[in-house]
């Protein structure tokens, strides 16, 4: 069996499955954040009202709010904290970061467990070696806390092999907005993806988490990597304890599609979707006011990094305000360490508390009708954000650009 | 023989004297606008005129609303941004600068003696370097960018004489907390508020900006500390030398209305409960009511010297289980500083949510209560509904009592930690 059927196999008490069955299974984890709580509170409690079967497998992260604007919003959080605290359910509040780098920090992602969450890119959670989907809020409301539960179909496994070698100002980002738009937005609907080949084995856990969070945006159940010893000297060091290894068996795959990425250029995903990818240098030019570090996929301290070394020594274009949205409180910290909150500060950014930052403006990031923004968020639809324009790219481009006052090819500023 | 007020506005006013009540057209040195700048806008298009008396003495900052979160918010955002550009406004600061006050004090643009107006009711903080500062309404400010003048009445004043050595663990803003519960929100109203004497003199610029900030809670028409070493010291920092401004000083034996004498030798932390500023208490009498959230930041106290005050408490301890707590620090100068100096990173560890500088809660930016919640914060205002719902509560107080407060989750005397 491959690694997804491995996981539903034993979440579902079978000695095994195959593609098509239908499975009920365990559920080890369960993910809210301060939106998808409220609404599956709101149908748990009219509708369901049981006791919650393992309330220490929920995890609320508030993110989308890092300080409520509004009396309502504050009455949703207020609710929020009260329902958690009622049933004993891990709480991060407010400016703890964004939902799956705070579950991620935590410890609470273990290889081989079954992970589902409100959120559209829970899957990135896939990174650990995990079975990870993003399930609505009646499932958890019906399902998931009553039960511990959650039904899936087994999906077919496509495994996307990288290889090769990216140049020069090229990230991981690069290489996941690529593979996107090759793919295509519904490119496979309902398949499970495992990332492999000898690039992605290479690269460190937060640089391979770029990968399956591009699962739902080409219509994916679930994607992952197989757990290797990067992944269990990562766990280890980070919960103190290393994990059993689940690893699929290798042949039960419907399809493998291949990849190299030597010769790569920097991507950025255009408006007005996700996968309308193309290279930096087609858009290159086009006059941006905003730019950020943030979101599900970027504001890890590996972007930061990378930011840094572009922003060195330059400023931010005076017509650009530049965000910075750090993903957890352990990544400020450690930026602060590394004196990168100072260098950024220098060169025009402005930080922010950890959160998920401008994602569908709920504190930050709204546009006037005709602004641009570029960010490494995972979204750039029309109205997300207000009015404007969003591009998404790599923490090389979106720092390049801000210092060009348009979106810029990295590569003429990491020489 | 003429007191600060009437001796600034005569100047301005180009005119040998002028008497309290005398109504005079100033020309002020400096209009600053706000995020509220798109409304003068505005009202500049009804005005039906492009033109503008002297766009150098134009100070814009966005800092209510920092970054927008709606498209409209960023809409009017831009609007100020591109009417900057065009008029060649060079006094424009953006989202990310913080608040206008704060801004423009550490750019050196206030300095003694001069007349400034801004759209910000707390504009009597530039009082603390010896100008003088009155809030106005933004079509006032329109009004002046076109014709550079504004009609004032001379207001009279008050001679607050402050001495004595104030004990350990107690503020500048204890001490203007108790004066405002002393004399009511209306006590200095439309009165210019002197402050003398050995206290104010022995005190940092960042305090003396608090002085003069919570003097606009008095209702007073602009507040006053005399330029001293600390001023000319503090503009010097900031590139301006002493010949670059002209300090201003009441003449012995000036009218006053009102003289006060005060000693802070024996003066405790004060609180003011919901829901006016005048309703203090001391620290003694409120200590141990329930909070949910605390709030480090605004005009009054978000400065370096309120966020070190309330870091020597935080650090090393954790904020109480349950309890929020927002540190927005005032402007990016100070942002800077406590991340280079280790205290960002002492606040986050406490536990606290350090934000981008900017109003932030005070301005309803961030930090909206629900029923019955309450906010311990460190502002210069506690009205009921300014912090999200109606029947939710602030008190307000020094950043140690604040800092006190959010490690115990109830209201506590900062001295439980010296």
């Not at chain 1, 060091?237 to 599609?257: F, K, Q």
């Not at chain 1, 324009?389 to 650009?401: D, E, G, H, K, P």
């Amino acid at each position: 069996m491959n690694l997804v059927e491995k996981i539903l196999a034993r979440a579902s008490g079978r000695a095994r499955v195959t593609p098509g069955e239908v499975v009920v299974a365990d559920v080890d984890r369960i993910l809210l954040h301060d939106l998808s709580c409220y609404l599956t509170a709101r149908v748990f409690e009219e509708e369901v009202r049981q006791p919650v079967c393992h309330p220490d497998r929920v995890v609320v992260v508030f993110d989308h709010h890092f300080s409520p604007p509004t009396e309502e919003q504050a009455r949703m959080l207020q609710e929020n904290r009260a329902w958690a605290r009622r049933h004993g359910f891990h709480l991060f509040d407010c400016g703890s970061g964004n939902i799956h780098h705070v579950a991620l920090h935590a410890g609470f992602i273990r290889p081989g467990t079954v992970v589902v969450g409100s959120d559209s890119h829970t899957p990135v959670h896939g990174t650990l070696g995990c079975f990870a989907t993003g399930l609505g809020n009646y499932s958890h409301a019906a399902l998931g806390l009553p039960f511990g539960k959650a039904w899936f179909r087994v999906p077919e496994l496509v495994r996307i092999e990288l290889e090769g070698t990216t140049g020069l100002g090229v990230t991981p980002r690069d290489v996941a907005l690529f593979l996107t738009g090759q793919i295509g937005e519904g490119g496979m609907v309902y398949r499970a993806l495992e990332f492999a080949g000898p690039y992605l084995e290479g690269l460190e856990v937060f640089d391979r988490w770029l990968f399956p969070l591009i699962t739902v945006d080409v219509g994916a159940k679930s994607g992952h990597v197989q757990p290797d010893e990067r992944t269990l000297s990562f766990l280890a060091e980070l919960t103190g304890e290393r994990p059993e290894a689940v690893r699929g068996d290798g042949d039960d795959v419907a399809e493998v599609r291949g990849w190299t990425v030597d010769g790569l250029e920097p991507q950025v995903a255009c408006p007005p979707t996700v996968g309308n990818v193309h290279p930096v240098t087609e858009s290159a030019g086009v006059p941006i006011q905003w730019a950020e570090l943030g979101g599900h996929g970027g504001g890890r301290l590996q972007d930061i990094r990378l930011a840094a070394r572009v922003l060195r020594g330059r400023r931010v274009h005076p017509q650009v305000r530049f965000n910075v949205v750090p993903s957890s409180r352990w990544v400020f910290t450690q930026a602060l360490r590394e004196g990168l909150v100072e260098d950024l500060h220098r060169a025009g950014a402005t930080w922010f508390p950890p959160s998920t930052g401008s994602n569908q403006a709920i504190n930050m990031g709204a546009l006037a009708a005709d602004e641009t923004m570029v960010s490494t968020h995972a979204r750039n639809f029309p109205g997300r954000n207000g009015g404007g324009r969003m591009y998404l790219a790599s923490a090389l481009t979106v720092a390049a650009s801000a210092v060009a006052g348009c979106l810029a090819d990295p590569r003429e500023f990491v020489r | 023989m003429a007191t600060f007020v009437e001796k600034v506005l005569a100047r301005a006013a180009g005119l040998p004297e002028v008497i309290p009540g005398q109504i005079v057209d100033v020309e002020p040195d400096l209009y600053m606008s706000h995020s509220a700048s798109w409304r003068c806008i505005r009202a500049l298009e009804r005005l039906g005129t492009d033109r503008l008396h002297d766009p150098s003495r134009i100070a814009m900052v966005m800092d209510h609303i920092s970054p927008a979160r709606t498209a409209k918010t960023a809409d009017d955002q831009r609007l100020c941004r591109e009417f900057a550009a065009r008029h060649g406004i060079t006094r424009f600061w953006d989202v990310e600068a913080g608040i206008a006050h704060l801004v423009l004090m550490e750019e050196g643009l206030v300095r003694p003696g001069m007349v400034i107006i801004g759209t910000d009711s707390h504009s009597t903080i530039y009082g603390a370097l010896g100008a003088f500062g009155t809030g106005v309404g933004f079509s006032e400010v329109t009004a002046t960018w076109v014709t550079g003048k504004l009609w004032m009445k001379v207001p009279g004043s008050l001679r607050v004489e402050v001495e004595g050595r104030m004990p350990p663990g107690v503020t500048a803003k204890d001490l203007m907390l108790w004066l405002i519960g002393r004399l009511t929100a209306d006590g200095a109203t439309y009165l210019s508020v002197e402050f003398h004497g050995g206290y104010p003199a022995s005190l940092t610029v960042s305090e003396r900006m608090t002085m003069c900030n919570l003097a606009m809670e008095l209702g007073a028409k602009n507040a006053y500390v005399p330029p001293d070493d600390v001023t000319r010291a503090y503009l010097a920092e900031r590139g301006v030398p002493p010949g670059e401004y002209e300090e201003v000083f009441p003449d012995p034996g000036a009218g006053y209305v009102r003289t006060l004498a005060v000693d802070v030798s024996d003066l405790e932390p004060q609180v003011a409960c919901p829901h006016t500023v005048d309703n203090v208490r001391p620290i003694g009498e409120v200590a141990g009511t329930h909070v949910d959230q605390v709030f480090i930041g605004s005009c009054a106290n978000a400065k370096y010297d309120d966020l070190v005050e309330a870091a020597r408490i935080l650090k090393g301890r954790r904020v109480a289980p349950g309890v929020r707590l927002l540190v927005t620090p005032a402007s990016r100068q100070v942002a800077a500083r406590i991340a280079r100096e280790g205290i960002h990173a002492d606040l986050l560890e406490a536990g606290a949510l350090i934000t981008n500088p900017g109003c932030g809660a005070c301005a309803g930016d961030g930090g909206a209560m629900a029923d019955g919640e309450v906010t311990f914060s460190t502002a210069n205002r506690n009205f009921q509904g300014r912090m999200g719902s109606y029947r939710s509560e602030i008190y307000l107080g020094s950043p140690a009592t604040a800092a006190a407060t959010a490690v115990r989750g109830v209201i506590t005397d900062p001295r439980e930690f010296l």
